[in-house]
């Protein structure tokens, strides 16, 4: 069966190119038609993994193209999903599966109920890849995807695609304490290194503020009932900084190149949730309205 791929960016790419060089039939899905025309003046989609780069002769199509889609891979960002799943929806198959991989919460609830005919699949990624030219992805670094359905069904048989492809992954009956993980996580970091201009090891001289927010973070997953993403979030925030010192957020890098940032599905939705639950955040709220202070003064959208 086809993979469809629907966001030709950085692990839309990866994706695409690891499925692609496991022999497995793949299907790009591009916006518009210029932007199918600037690809199909290329060889294909390269990956470069430990400084050797591969080119896959994927093939790509437009949104407006009449092929059913059984299998779709959501990669566009949180703030995207919603409008460009509407386009697609009508090519969906029934009982379609459709795996939706964006940053933070809110996005995927809003795509699966827009499509109740589709079995959606949330996916909690740790990989790193960046775009180093147009049509072109560097694997930078190795992690995991963890999949879920929120209903609670059973694993899919397409899951030894990905073995084949070498995609690490499991699946869990969890998948939502892994989001909030990652949430909490990204939340912790990434406002930060926006605020401060830093990369994410600058922060162990901001010990202070990291801990108060994952003090409230904490509170928040409590009050959410996902206990087991508020367990030990502290140390693993001080190991992610410590690891990945070198590097900029992704938060950062979208600021940086004057891009939209995601902080409606993750410092808002949190901000979002201890509202409703009546739970008190006055470190991350005040974290939120600092970085949407400075967002607008570089003219960047703020929600």
Not at 153 to 158: I, K, L
Request: proline share 4%; charged share 20%; hydrophobic share 45%.
């Amino acid at each position: 069966m086809c993979w469809h791929v629907l966001g030709a960016g950085s692990l839309g790419s990866l994706w695409a190119t690891r499925l692609a060089r496991a022999g497995l039939p793949v299907r790009l899905i591009l916006r518009d038609d210029a932007r199918l025309a600037a690809y199909n003046t290329q060889a294909g989609l390269a990956l470069d993994e430990k400084g050797q780069r591969q080119t896959f002769a994927i093939l790509a199509q437009t949104v407006s193209a009449d092929e059913p889609i059984q299998r779709l891979l959501v990669a566009c960002k949180a703030y995207d999903a919603e409008r460009a799943v509407a386009a697609i929806a009508p090519r969906l198959s029934d009982k379609a599966d459709v795996l939706l991989l964006q940053n933070g919460l809110g996005s995927q609830d809003a795509v699966a109920a827009m499509i109740p005919h589709a079995r959606c699949i949330f996916v909690s990624s740790t990989e790193g890849a960046y775009r180093d030219a147009h049509w072109s992805v560097v694997f930078a670094g190795q992690g995991f995807n963890w999949l879920g359905d929120t209903r609670r069904g059973a694993a899919p048989a397409w899951l030894s695609e990905l073995e084949r492809a070498g995609i690490p992954h499991q699946w869990t009956p969890d998948i939502l304490e892994r989001l909030w993980r990652k949430l909490a996580l990204n939340c912790a970091i990434n406002p930060l290194t926006v605020l401060h201009q830093c990369p994410n090891g600058e922060l162990q001289a901001h010990a202070q503020e990291v801990t108060a927010l994952c003090v409230e973070l904490g509170h928040v997953l409590q009050r959410c009932g996902q206990p087991g993403a508020a367990e030990g979030l502290l140390d693993q925030v001080q190991q992610v900084i410590a690891a990945t010192a070198a590097n900029y957020s992704s938060m950062y890098q979208d600021v940086a190149q004057g891009r939209r940032t995601e902080i409606r599905y993750l410092l808002g939705h949190v901000c979002a949730a201890a509202a409703a639950l009546d739970c008190p955040t006055p470190k991350l709220n005040q974290l939120r309205l600092r970085l949407i202070e400075h967002l607008s003064a570089r003219g960047l959208p703020s929600d």
